[in-house]
C-alpha cells in the first residue's frame, strides 16, 4: 500500500530564504508525482506535475525534483516570499490504481 | 471564471439526516473525484469517477454514495450523517484518468452534530 509522508510538518523561514519540502513514498511503481498549494480555507492548486520518467520540473521560483527508485521528491523554492506562506502538499499517482495518494502536507511561514 | 464549482461551502446537520454535495465543473473534463480532508490525515479519496456513465470506491466509500449525473456534474450523497463525517469535502476534476489538468473546487465544510 502506498503511502506518502512529508516531513516537517510545519515550517518556518525568513523572506528571501531558499527553501525545500521533502516528500517521500514507499512505492515506486509510480506514474507521476504532483506538487500542490493549499491556502487556509481554500482548495488545493496544482502547482507542478513530474512524470515518472523526468528528474525534475520548473515553474518560476519552483523546482520539484523526483529520485523514483529512492522513493523522494523535494520542491525547492528560490527567494522565498510572505505570498508564499501555505501548505504544500505531494500526491503521488501509483500505477494501475488511477489515484493519487496524498501527504499530509507541511504548512509553511514565510516571515517578512 | 472556468473551474469546479462546490455547493454548499458550509453545513450544519443532526446527526441521521441527508443531504447531497454538488460539484459541477466546465472544463470539458473525464474524470472527476471526491475528497475529505481531516486534520493529520491529509486527503482521501472517497470516491472517483473515471468518465462519464463510471463510479469506483475510493479508500473511504462507507457511509457515502456518489452520482455521475452527466460529464459536468458529480455529487456525493451522505445518507445517514454520522459524527465522524465531519469533515471538509472536496471536489475534484482532471482532464485524464492519470492527473493532468488536476482542479479542485473550494471544498464545502460539513459539521455533524
Known amino acids: 500500500k502506498q503511502e506518502v509522508t512529508q516531513i516537517p510538518a510545519a515550517l518556518s523561514v525568513p523572506e528571501g530564504e531558499n527553501l525545500v519540502l521533502n516528500c517521500s513514498f514507499t512505492d515506486s511503481a509510480i506514474y507521476n508525482l504532483q506538487w500542490f498549494r493549499q491556502d487556509p480555507g481554500k482548495g488545493l492548486t496544482s502547482l507542478l506535475l513530474?512524470?515518472?520518467?523526468?528528474r525534475e520540473q520548473t515553474s518560476g521560483r519552483l523546482n520539484a525534483s523526483l529520485d523514483k527508485s529512492s522513493g523522494r521528491s523535494t520542491l525547492y523554492i528560490a527567494a522565498s516570499q510572505p505570498g508564499d506562506s501555505a501548505t504544500y502538499l505531494c500526491?503521488?499517482?501509483?500505477?494501475?490504481?488511477?489515484?493519487?495518494?496524498f501527504g499530509t502536507g507541511t504548512r509553511l511561514k514565510v516571515l517578512a | 471564471n472556468a473551474g469546479v464549482t462546490q455547493t454548499p461551502k458550509f453545513q450544519v446537520l443532526k446527526t441521521g439526516q441527508s443531504m447531497t454535495l454538488q460539484c459541477a465543473q466546465d472544463?470539458?473534463?473525464?474524470?472527476m473525484y471526491w475528497y475529505r480532508q481531516d486534520p493529520g490525515m491529509g486527503l482521501r479519496l472517497i470516491y472517483y469517477s473515471a468518465s462519464e456513465g463510471t463510479t469506483d470506491k475510493g479508500e473511504v466509500p462507507n457511509g457515502y454514495n456518489v452520482s455521475r449525473l452527466n460529464k459536468r456534474e458529480f455529487s456525493l450523497r451522505l445518507e445517514s450523517a454520522a459524527p465522524s463525517q465531519t469533515s471538509v469535502y472536496f471536489c475534484?476534476?482532471?482532464?485524464?484518468?492519470?492527473?493532468?489538468?488536476?482542479?479542485f473546487g473550494s471544498g464545502t465544510r460539513l459539521t455533524v452534530v
Open positions: 513530474i512524470q515518472s520518467s523526468q
Open positions: 472544463m470539458n473534463h473525464n474524470s
Open positions: 500526491a503521488v499517482f501509483t500505477s494501475g490504481t488511477y489515484k493519487y495518494i
Open positions: 475534484a476534476s482532471s482532464s485524464d484518468r492519470v492527473g493532468y489538468g488536476y482542479t
